[in-house]
């Protein structure tokens, strides 16, 4: 069972346009990662959310921690053909040893000229 | 300079030869995990350690076996791979103790001939 439900799946956008990606799960999770990861690579750390309710931005990308902290948005202004890749969120739950950390299902970003 | 480092980038192997794919990180943290990435697909966890404590994913196979002899080094044993375990596998270090950005190493890309 997924426990974490990416959406959309896949985009493919004109470069400037704006963007959401969504994150959702019925389980409630004690952070939330995003990441992107390009062909090829291992994942690299975006951003880490830990509140519920909280909002963080890193330049043209905004992120979103649901108040129930189940679901995370990430929202990308002006997309750049730079933007195009793969974008992961991971949940944690549970502290310590029993903290786990579970990838969604993947939103795959196309920006073209 | 790269925290998390797996050997080798690529590998190709026999189909049921046993292989070891190796990582190693400068973080000490405590937490290491194994994901297995398929193309296309958002990387499924296998198993992780907090310390020396394992903990295995219910629905990894048997086929896949790990050891962590030391706080820096993690292996991921293959017993006997089959054309379905051509995959990238990813393997990421994270503190534990409350924080959970975990940092992966560019992986390392399986084929089974």
């Known amino acids: 069972t997924q426990l974490l439900e990416q959406s959309p799946q896949f985009l493919s956008i004109q470069e400037g346009e704006n963007l959401t990606v969504y994150c959702n799960s019925s389980s409630v999770f004690s952070s939330l990662q995003w990441y992107r990861q390009e062909p090829g690579e291992g994942p690299v750390l975006l951003v880490t959310?830990?509140?519920?309710?909280e909002v963080k931005k890193l330049k043209r990308l905004t992120f979103q921690f649901g108040d129930a902290r189940k679901d995370s948005s990430l929202h990308i202004t002006a997309a750049q053909p730079g933007d195009t890749g793969l974008y992961l969120c991971a949940g944690a739950r549970g502290p310590g040893t029993a903290s786990k950390l579970t990838f969604g299902t993947g939103t795959r970003l196309q920006v073209t000229l | 300079d790269a925290m998390v480092i797996q050997n080798p980038r690529y590998q190709v192997t026999q189909f049921g030869k046993p292989v070891t794919l190796s990582c190693s990180q400068t973080l000490n943290h405590n937490v290491m995990y194994w994901y297995q990435q398929k193309s296309s697909q958002a990387p499924k966890l296998l198993f992780h350690?907090?310390?020396?404590?394992?903990?295995n994913e219910a629905d990894t196979p048997d086929n896949f076996q790990s050891r962590r002899p030391n706080t820096s080094f993690c292996f991921l044993d293959i017993r006997s791979p089959g054309l379905g375990d051509a995959a990238m596998y990813l393997c990421a270090a994270r503190l534990g103790q409350g924080t959970t950005e975990a940092f992966f190493g560019q992986g390392t890309r399986l084929t089974v001939v």
């Open positions: 350690y907090y310390d020396k404590d394992f903990n």
């Open positions: 959310v830990v509140t519920g309710g």
